[in-house]
């Protein structure tokens, strides 16, 4: 009996340290859509194969959806840069910033420090985020 209780113990697996292997591990690309294809061609019924034209509204599709995923990270980068375009503008100028509870700063922006990838404006020795914005004054300019 003592050998049936140490068998059970060894071949007992945790669940949960499986759990990792079903993940996947990326999402699938334009190789993988046709393999897929390959894979349907290869196993359909010989006396009523798919159209051509199926196949072709797939890659379409697959196609569409990598360009719209390539254009989102594009336009994420753009807004990244415009953010920090926008900050260098302020730099040197006098800004008004009113933060979450109503209080209002004014003086001019000495540098533009950077957290977690988004600028923020130094003000008076105090960092502020971009949305604080409410006003900035034209820069001087000389006669």
Known sequence: MSSVAATNSATYQNPAADVSSRI???TLNQNDFLKLVVAQMTSQDP???QKDSDFVAQMAQFTTLEQTKTMQGDISDLRAQQRFLQA???LGRVV???DSKGTVTTGVVSSIQVEAGT???VVNGQ???MTELVSIQPA????
Do not use: G, I, M, Q
Request: hydrophobic share 30%; no cysteine.
């Open 127 to 129: 960092a502020h985020d």
């Open 119 to 121: 600028p923020k404006l």
């Open 140 to 143: 001087a300019t000389n006669p």
């Open 47 to 49: 006396l009523n194969p």
């Open 24 to 26: 996947p591990v990326h």
């Open 88 to 90: 260098d503008a302020t």
């Open 96 to 98: 008004s910033l009113e």
